[in-house]
C-alpha cells in the first residue's frame, strides 16, 4: 500500500525518491534516513550487487533479482532414494549457463564437485527447494551452499503469485514447456524406483533414465522461471495514477 501511494504521487523510482523534497506520510528526519538507504541501494543496484540487495529484500522478493543474475543463475533439483527426509540424495542436477552438469551418487557427486559447479553462481532456482532439495544438499554438505550470500528464487511460491498452482509438471503443461517423451510420463515415485533398479541390479538403462528425468527437471525450471518473473514485473511496474 505504501509503495503503491508513492506511485500515485509520481514517485515511481529512487531518484524521484531522491528529487523530492518532502513526501505525504513520511517526516523530515525519516526522509533524511531513506534518502541515505536509497542512495546506497540505488549504487548497489548500478553495480548489480545480488548479493547486498538480497540480504536487503525480503526472501519472497528476491525474483526481482533474476535478471541481474543472468547466465550466473543456478537451477537446481534432487532426486532421493525413498519419500522421506530420511532418504538420501541419489542425483543432483545443476544447470549454469548452458552447461547442466549431473551428480550421481557413489560416482561423481562429491562435496568439491558440486563446490565448483556452483563457484560464482548469483542466484540459487530452485522447484520447492525451501523445504525439499536445498536441505538435503546442506544435510549433505554442511555449508556447501552459498544461501548466505546469494539471492534464492522458489518457484514453487513465485509461480503462485501470478496464477500458477500445483507441482512443476502441471505448470510445464499449463505454460507449454515440453519434455523429452521418453520421461514425460514419470514422477518423483518413479525416480525413487528407477534408483533401486540400479543399486540393487545394475540396471543401467533405470540409471539413464533418472538421470534424463531430472534433466528435464532442471531444464524446464529456467523458462518457467523466465515467464514468471516477465508476469510479476508486468504486474508490479510502477504506474502513476
Known amino acids: 500500500m505504501r509503495e503503491r501511494r508513492l506511485w500515485n504521487e509520481g514517485i515511481l523510482d529512487w531518484d524521484a525518491f531522491l528529487a523530492a523534497g518532502c513526501i505525504k506520510g513520511i517526516g523530515k528526519v525519516r526522509k533524511r534516513d531513506y534518502d541515505g538507504i536509497a542512495r546506497a541501494i540505488k549504487s548497489h543496484i ?22 541481474m543474475a543472468g547466465p550466473r543463475a543456478a537451477f537446481i533439483d534432487i532426486e532421493t532414494d ?9 542425483v543432483v542436477g545443476i544447470m549454469v549457463g548452458e552447461r547442466l552438469h549431473t551428480f550421481v551418487r557413489g560416482r561423481n557427486m562429491t562435496r568439491s564437485a558440486i563446490g565448483k559447479c556452483l563457484w560464482g553462481v548469483r542466484m540459487l532456482v530452485t522447484f520447492n527447494g525451501s523445504s525439499f532439495d536445498l536441505p538435503f544438499i546442506e544435510r549433505e554438505f554442511p ?3 552459498p544461501l548466505s550470500t546469494v539471492p534464492h528464487m522458489d518457484l514453487r511460491y513465485v509461480a503462485k503469485r501470478v496464477d500458477l498452482c500445483g507441482g512443476l509438471k502441471a505448470i510445464e503443461v499449463r ?33 539413464e533414465l533418472l538421470v ?14 523466465d515467464i514468471v518473473c516477465k508476469r510479476l514485473e508486468e504486474r508490479f511496474t510502477p504506474t502513476s495514477a
Not at 548500478?46 to 535478471?67: N, S
Not at 525413498?82 to 541419489?90: A, D, K, Q, R, V
Open 82 to 90: 525413498g519419500l522421506s527426509h530420511h532418504s538420501l540424495m541419489t
Open 175 to 207: 505454460l507449454g514447456v515440453k519434455r523429452e517423451a521418453e520421461v514425460q510420463m514419470l514422477a518423483g515415485h518413479d525416480a525413487v524406483r528407477l534408483w533401486k533398479l540400479w543399486e540393487r541390479k545394475g540396471h543401467k538403462r533405470a540409471l
Open 212 to 225: 534424463d528425468y531430472n534433466r528435464e527437471d532442471v531444464k524446464n525450471m529456467r523458462p518457467i522461471a
Open 46 to 67: 548500478e553495480r548489480q550487487d545480488v548479493r547486498f540487495l538480497a540480504r536487503h529484500l525480503p526472501h519472497g522478493e528476491h525474483w526481482r533479482l533474476y535478471g
Open 143 to 145: 555449508g556447501l551452499l
